[in-house]
Nanobody, 119 residues
Framework: QVQLVESGGGLVQPGGSLRLSCAAS????????MSWYRQTPGSERELVAT????????NYADNVKGRFTISRDNAKNTVYLQMNSLKPEDTGVYYC????????????WGQGTQVTVSS
């Protein structure tokens, strides 16, 4: 079955950096785009970044452009989110996402990893 396992979250001071990882299994990783979302209490889950499957094209939310970089290693079935110049408003639970299937695609989520930006 599809499994997504995030890691790399933690507590960091404003201006600091973190690198999140998401290890995927149970599907042909190289064939699907991958995304990172984040959620704060009382808010809906928001899309942070997406990377396509083949050309590796990237899209970012406006509030993280220039600070976050999404990348993937298809040999390791892993997607990354490098987060630099972190701000307190980046605090939240970060989730890895894959939409997998032929025709009808199903959303799969990891368990989430907490990122806290605070001094």
């Amino acid at each position: 079955q599809v499994q997504l396992v995030e890691s790399g979250g933690g507590l960091v001071q404003p201006g600091g950096s973190l690198r999140l990882s998401c290890a995927a299994s149970g599907f042909t990783f190289s064939g699907y785009p991958m995304s990172w979302y984040r959620q704060t209490p009382g808010s809906e889950r928001e899309l942070v970044a997406t990377i396509t499957s083949t050309r590796g094209s990237r899209n970012y939310a406006d509030n993280v452009k220039g600070r976050f970089t999404i990348s993937r290693d298809n040999a390791k079935n892993t997607v990354y989110l490098q987060m630099n110049s972190l701000k307190p408003e980046d605090t939240g639970v970060y989730y890895c996402n894959a939409r997998v299937g032929v025709g009808i695609r199903i959303n799969y989520w990891g368990q989430g990893t907490q990122v806290t930006v605070s001094s």
